[in-house]
């Protein structure tokens, strides 16, 4: 399948058109690509209802801890911790299946089918009579968010016109927070299990967003589907796109990919650099407690001693999630990546200061307060 001819490929290029592109073409072309960008990015919003879910379920199973069976069920503090590392551990093992699975059944496709271990997971998870099988579809549901990340990132990238690419790549951080919000509003009035039913609701969008979103031009052509990919670059990128230049470089990718692509390039001293910068970022990324922060909001928050409701709490602390996002989306372009990085990891490390502080003069007060009321 990876394999590519070396001979010219000739485009029918009938009813294009050179020069300048109008604003306005560029605007309706532009709008297009966000409107794909969005609808593929439900599969962030059905990531965003499970990282958040453990948050409100697991308040309302220390209230009421009924499943649908009339039966009860009772999570000791370690299951509870679990629901969120078993999700993080099944995401580990999804984004490696994707690479295979967006190469084999391409970027549309896969999208698709992350709607079956997503459903999966969250049955098992409504209907889990014992801890167990609760924990079970924690993990397929981590499985199918890691899966749904490469795919959902690789589709926007080959879709996007180099320029605004960035900005796309906003829309499903905003997807992914909108439906942690899904996820906290219905779960302050449904009960744990009904939440779970209710975050089937995303993965099932995903089977009827499939007929509308397009394969990916570069997946096209690497199927050898060259008429196919070169009619959705010109509805990608316009009239007044230059197409061929683009397929040309397509080609040469594919060419240079199967004469360097093994394990020795991986060992190169610019790959081994570049691996290295990625690592430490998200290692940076994963230690820093925000990740641990939104899943178990609500368990945090009430641990810390906060005066408000956990369910209030959260939608606070996700609101504030989407000021960040609209913060980073206007200073992004002016102060660059490097420093909104280091400005974000200097505020991140001044918050957990703080709330550290918080707690630690909280249960001071607490332990001290017998011993003042003796004397």
Sequence with gaps: MDSTPTETITLNTEGTSRGEEPARERRQRLEKQVLLTILASVTFVAQGTTQTWPSPALYDLENNNQTLYSTTITLTPREKDMTGSLWFLGSLGGSWAAGWAASKCGRRRSIQLLALPNVLGWLLVALAPIPSLMLTGRFVLGVASGAGTVCLTVYILEIADTGVRGTLSVIPTLALIAGGQYALWLGTTLHWYHLSFACTLPPLLLLGIYYILPDTPSYLFIC????????????????????????????????????????????????????????????????????????????????????????????????????????????????????????????????????????????????????????
């Excluded at 990919?229 to 397509?250: F, N, P, V, W």
Aim: glycine share 6%; aromatic share 8%.
């Design 224 to 375: 050898g589907r060259y008429g196919e990919a070169a009619a959705t670059l010109r509805k990608l990128r316009g009239r007044y796109a230059d197409i061929e230049s683009e397929m040309e470089d397509m080609k040469r990718s594919n060419e240079s990919y199967r004469k360097n692509s093994g394990y020795r390039e991986l060992l190169k001293v610019k790959v081994v650099k570049r691996i290295a910068v990625v690592m430490i970022l998200f290692v940076f990324q994963q230690f820093c407690g925000n990740f641990v922060m939104i899943v178990y909001t609500a368990r945090v928050l009430q641990a810390a001693g906060t005066p408000l409701e956990p369910d209030t709490a959260s939608g606070i602390v996700m609101w504030a999630r989407v000021a960040g996002i609209i913060m980073s989306f206007c200073l992004l372009d002016r102060l660059g990546r490097r420093n909104c990085l280091a400005a974000s990891h200097a505020i991140n490390a001044a918050a957990l200061t703080l709330l550290g502080t918080y707690v630690y003069l909280n249960q001071h007060d607490e332990q001290q307060s017998p011993e003042t009321s003796l004397r």
